[in-house]
């Protein structure tokens, strides 16, 4: 992939889901995790200085304390997986490890 040409890191996130044609949607939900996630922390370090104790405490504070649905969930980890792996540039083996919520089997409804 080229290099990004923005300086800042958001307009890079959007830099980088315009390269790949993804839909105006997915680069607001992109963003606006990657802006969470950053805020979460501070604002203090750049994602590229954090790691996977870093991510396991933002997904973990969206699942206990905002009590955010699966689905939520598992957008604001691809968002991060979407700034670690093409924004950043970085490996994450460790990525693999994060815990990934399950949705819960609904019970079939019997209707006599």
Same mark, same amino acid.
């Given at each position: ?16 889901? =315009?390269?790949?044609?993804?839909? &105006? ?7 606006? $995790? ?10 203090? =370090? ?14 973990? $504070? ?22 670690? &792996? ?7 083996? $460790? ?7 399950? *949705?819960? *089997?609904?019970?079939?409804?019997? &209707?006599?």
């Amino acid at each position: 992939m080229p290099p990004l040409r923005a300086p800042r890191l958001l307009d890079q996130v959007r830099e980088r889901v =315009r390269y790949l044609h993804y839909s &105006l949607r997915t680069e607001q939900a992109y963003v606006h $995790w990657v802006r969470a996630y950053v805020r979460f922390h501070g604002c203090k =370090r750049h994602p590229r200085d954090m790691g996977a104790a870093e991510v396991e405490a933002f997904l973990t $504070w969206l699942a206990a304390e905002r009590k955010v649905a699966v689905a939520t969930h598992q957008q604001a980890l691809s968002a991060l997986l979407f700034l670690y &792996l093409k924004v950043l540039a970085m490996e994450v083996p $460790w990525m693999q490890h994060i815990g990934r919520p399950q *949705r819960k *089997r609904r019970l079939p409804v019997v &209707l006599s």
